[in-house]
């Protein structure tokens, strides 16, 4: 009798992953299945606070495969990493995701910070393209350097309510207007991707 409810669930769902999810390195760890097309993902999110590392979030969880792989958003004083390692077998997320690379890359664009936007921001890791974002009114409020795969993704909820531009030159991101502030980006891309600071 219960096998019948067993047989239905995996004619039904035929390609749903079983993945572990919760903080990486807890107690606290379930196991779910993944909605189909979703992958198991391992992931870590580091945040750094004028080049030294602040805070370093792990998390396993399902995911679409346009988010695993690394990539990075730096303010110039404000810096995020994702790296989000991800595999399509029955719970193969048990390895936390890797450390970020730190590694400058050569490239250089413009930030922004309360007085100024011609400040430049040595570029490393995945971050192959500069930004800037601005409010509705066309006023600059962020530069800095992203890693391309961030403006090529699909959601862009974690720009909102900004318009943002992605340039691949350096210095490529330069000056027209100036409005001090400081609107982080990085927590609509962490409510997207399921994290809660």
Not at 164 to 190: D, H, I, K, W
Request: charge should be positive; include cysteine; hydrophobic fraction near 30%.
């Amino acid at each position: 009798m219960h096998l019948l409810p067993l047989m239905f669930g995996i004619l039904l769902h035929p390609e749903m992953l079983r993945v572990y999810t919760g903080a990486s390195g807890t107690c606290t760890q379930t196991i779910k299945e993944c909605p189909q097309g979703q992958q198991c993902a391992a992931m870590r999110v580091v945040t750094y606070a004028d080049g030294s590392k602040v805070q370093v979030l792990n998390k396993q969880q399902c995911l679409d495969a346009e988010y695993c792989g690394e990539y990075s958003l730096n303010y110039g004083k404000l810096q995020y990493k994702f790296i989000t390692k991800c595999c399509t077998s029955e719970l193969c997320n048990t390895q936390p995701a890797p450390e970020p690379s730190k590694l400058p890359n050569g490239k250089k664009c413009y930030y922004c910070d309360e007085r100024t936007c011609n400040n430049t921001v040595n570029c490393d890791g995945t971050e192959d393209n500069c930004f800037s974002a601005t409010q509705n009114q066309g006023t600059v409020i962020l530069k800095g350097c992203v890693s391309k795969h961030m403006c090529t993704m699909r959601d862009q909820s974690w720009a909102r309510p900004l318009t943002y531009r992605c340039c691949e030159g350096n210095l490529c991101n330069a000056a027209s207007s100036f409005s001090a502030g400081l609107v982080l980006l990085a927590a609509p891309l962490l409510s997207l991707l399921g994290i809660s600071y």
